[in-house]
């Protein structure tokens, strides 16, 4: 047991390491610049659906430390009334 304890410990120790250098150069595909996209929240109560808020995320091309980065804002907001969504209806 104890030789097999070692051998993990010496192969963890000289295992090469992660590098996440070429990480940070893949092209985005995913969004743009300005890119935004809104979602309504719901939730269902016996089996009545609920609109309960909406979310929206807005990216924008920003600079951190030197290197272009997306800045990416998330704003949400829930309703003051409550507002019924009968399916079917």
């Given at each position: 047991?104890?030789?097999?304890?070692?051998?993990g410990?010496?192969?963890?120790?000289?295992?090469?390491?992660?590098?996440?250098?070429?990480?940070?150069?893949t092209?985005?595909?995913?969004?743009?610049?300005?890119?935004?996209?809104?979602?309504?929240?719901?939730?269902?109560?016996?089996?009545?659906?609920?609109?309960?808020?909406?979310?929206?995320?807005?990216?924008?091309?920003?600079?951190?430390?030197?290197?272009?980065?997306?800045?990416?804002?998330?704003?949400?907001?829930?309703?003051?009334?409550?507002?019924?969504d009968?399916?079917?209806?």
């Amino acid at each position: 047991m104890k030789k097999l304890l070692i051998a993990g410990i010496l192969l963890l120790a000289f295992a090469p390491k992660a590098s996440t250098e070429g990480a940070c150069n893949t092209k985005n595909k995913a969004f743009k610049h300005g890119e935004k996209v809104v979602f309504h929240v719901y939730y269902t109560l016996a089996g009545i659906w609920v609109h309960a808020g909406n979310v929206s995320f807005t990216a924008t091309l920003s600079t951190l430390n030197n290197k272009p980065a997306y800045h990416v804002v998330a704003d949400g907001s829930t309703l003051s009334k409550l507002r019924l969504d009968i399916p079917g209806t």
